[in-house]
């Protein structure tokens, strides 16, 4: 714009009209602090060995500060958890989906695109969890990647492992564990392996996820769920907050 002066290359742009435009694309940005914290579970989930620089991952030891931070945080009120995740490392998908599980906040979870493999464990892990009916699931059984050594007992850990994700997917939605298995060991769904996809409408009759929707229906029930929760007193809050 004629008169405008330009910052040096490491010079800060300062906000205005001009500035907001130019690095966020926005003629207005929004005013006012959230009550809702926005988090996404994006590409590959790293866990304890990092991944190659070209691969899009989302890394354990960043979310789960900030999920200590936002149960901290008396401002915020909610979190909306999005996901379009392909998995990843089991621990971390499993810590990360047991962190959102024991807050005491109200938390939705949105997946779209995909929430697949230890990424369905995060997303039952929330008090509601909606899928877009675009969006798919992939369920399958737990593989290894690298050197195994081919003891019995290195396959009875993996049994093992796979047996807490059963669990916790169980707990956490309303499949049953024998419907969740035969998605799981289901053959012929996927290409030389075994496994199923699963839709979103399918998703919800399977009752693994709640409801099919977006990113409205999603505020929508979590500022019902705040509405709520600001309503009970913490001598009425049972032990670990509210029911997941």
Do not use: W
């Not at 809050?237 to 509210?242: I, Q, V, W």
């Amino acid at each position: 714009m004629p008169g405008e002066i330009k910052p040096g290359v490491s010079e800060p742009v300062l906000p205005g009209p001009v500035g907001v435009l130019k690095e966020l694309g926005q003629t207005a940005v929004p005013i006012g602090e959230p009550d809702i914290f926005c988090m996404t579970i994006i590409g590959q989930i790293e866990g304890h060995f990092v991944l190659p620089p070209h691969n899009k991952t989302t890394k354990y030891e960043h979310i789960i500060p900030q999920l200590v931070a936002a149960e901290q945080n008396k401002n915020i009120k909610g979190l909306l958890i999005i996901l379009n995740t392909v998995g990843g490392d089991v621990e971390a998908g499993l810590a990360i989906a047991e962190m959102i599980a024991s807050l005491s906040k109200p938390t939705v979870t949105v997946v779209i695109g995909g929430g697949h493999s230890i990424g369905v464990p995060i997303a039952v892990s929330s008090s509601y969890s909606i899928i877009a009916e675009s969006a798919t699931m992939t369920i399958h059984p737990i593989r290894i990647n690298g050197l195994v050594i081919g003891v019995p007992q290195t396959f009875e850990y993996m049994e093992r492992m796979q047996e807490r994700m059963v669990k916790f997917v169980t707990s956490h939605s309303r499949i049953t564990e024998s419907q969740f298995k035969d998605l799981m060991f289901k053959t012929g769904e996927l290409n030389r392996d075994i496994g199923t996809a699963v839709g979103g409408q399918d998703a919800v009759k399977y009752g693994l996820m709640d409801e099919v929707g977006g990113i409205g229906a999603a505020l929508a029930h979590l500022n019902q769920m705040i509405a709520g929760n600001a309503s009970l007193s913490p001598d009425h809050l049972p032990p670990g907050g509210l029911p997941q």
